[in-house]
């Protein structure tokens, strides 16, 4: 796909679709990122004729409002999808594998946020802006990426196609709403303790987050790297569908609630400027560019919450390189692009693509 056409893909609303799936069931409607993903759903005018919000037995029955209708939350068991078209599930990985089988056998397409299906063959791993072509070849779920590798694949798309992605360096600066509604309540807590003089206590992190930084995402999983760090390795992969890219990551916990950070060395076969980099940014969709040093602009998770673009800055040569490199500095809301966005954004694309094919 080339640059102007995925362009087109930054106006894609589905206002003017009309709803070719019915019935839309959002799983995990309760947790940090389902929420976000009804508040999608509501601002892009996402096309259905009714909507099931399903979570665990914690929260059957409880009520939530959605645009102008107020929508009990219903157990999520078999056979709850026998009415249902399409779904898009956040769900820990563990629901995920079991739940997403029955919802197919039961009929609806299924996009999946958790990271249990990503990297399974069958299933196209997608970031609309990316590799929008991969949604015809499911067959039954579809997998949107791990938020830090879909910042870090937004930004280096726009690269590969120029100049071809060889080797990157990141490390991650990652907030506490990406371990779920319970990491922002951690971290508050953990700053109230220790304001308070107390011992701060911790559970959903592997050490306090107040005033801290870990570094450690996820479990141990491969030569010292964790599975959130993996994750970046393979996924970029994926949906770069290039098996030749080389990651090395760092991934930290940062106390900060919303918004991930990453600072990136991306070398390419092709040498670029700072100058040609920038413009790649500027022309690629789904990014906005924000850097003037000189006036204290750059991207920070503050300015990023609640916004769905990537934000990259701080847009550099590689001082300490053979002018292959170029270093920057990439932000994004995790709830939004890297979760409930792109799920939104794949549950568009998958509309437009059964439209067009009826
Ligand atoms: N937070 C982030 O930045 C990102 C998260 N993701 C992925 O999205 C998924 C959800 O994450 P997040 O929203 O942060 O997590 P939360 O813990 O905030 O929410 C989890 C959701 O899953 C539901 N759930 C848990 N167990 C069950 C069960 N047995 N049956 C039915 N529903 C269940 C919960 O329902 P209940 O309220 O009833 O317990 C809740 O709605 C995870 O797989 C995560 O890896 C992906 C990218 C980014
Ligand atoms: N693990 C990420 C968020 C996340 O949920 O990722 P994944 O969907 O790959 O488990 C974080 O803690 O910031």
Redesign the pocket.
Known sequence: MNLSAKASLRHITPTFLSPVYETLAV?????????IVLEQLASRNFPYKRLKL???????GREIRVKDETIK?E??APGAFEDVDIVI????????AE?APYAVKEGAVVVD????WRMDPTVPLIIPEVNPDAVADHQGIIA????ST?QMVVALAPLHQAATVKRVVVSTYQ?T???????NVELKSSVRQMLDGETPSHETFQHPIGFNLIPQIGSEKFEGYTSEEMKMVYETRKIMGDENIQVCPTAVRVPVTIG?SESILVETEKPLTAAEATELFRAAPGITVVDDLGNHQYPMPRDCDGKDDVFVGRIRRDISGNGHGIAFWCVSD??RK??ATNAVQIAELLQQSVASAG
């Not at 709403?177 to 990491?183: H, I, Q, R, Y």
């Open positions: 799983v995990g409607a309760t947790g940090a990122v389902g929420r399903l979570a665990s037995e914690r929260s059957v939350i157990l999520l599930a956040s769900t820990p990985d563990e629901v995920s739940f946020e958790s990271g249990y949107s990426p791990n938020c879909t907030a709403s990406g371990a779920g509604l319970a990491g991930h995790n709830l890297g979760a």
